[in-house]
């Protein structure tokens, strides 16, 4: 629930964040955010129940990375009011999987924490 949480918050303010920092991303209205943030969230927190007990860390970095890019490039281009290039697709996803990586770190190391106490 912590992990959908931060999603929620940290989806939307990555998205904004980038619109201000690069040129090929450009979201006009709030629409694209909600969407975006709606379908993303709850996919990376499947993910992580999924991927983060089978997978490397970095295996599961790499799926975050692609997820982020696919649906961010996907959903922006049939959006109205948002414009995101390939490249801008990138520095999305880039700056959502370091998110994702310290929210991954934090999940692996309180399992740790409580399966050894």
């Known amino acids: 629930m912590q992990s959908l949480l931060l999603k929620i918050i940290s989806i939307p303010l990555i998205l904004l964040l980038c619109t201000f920092w690069f040129e090929g991303v450009s979201f006009n209205k709030p629409l694209p955010f909600l969407i975006i943030t709606i379908i993303l969230a709850p996919l990376a927190v499947l993910m992580e129940y999924i991927f983060l007990p089978r997978l490397p860390f970095w295996l599961t970095f790499i799926a975050d990375f692609v997820l982020s890019y696919l649906l961010v490039y996907v959903i922006s281009s ?40």
């Open 78 to 117: 049939f959006m109205a009011g948002a414009y995101v290039s390939l490249w801008g697709a990138f520095l999305i996803a880039l700056a959502y999987s370091l998110v994702e990586l310290l929210i991954h770190k934090q999940i692996v190391s309180d399992h740790m924490r409580h399966s050894y106490s």
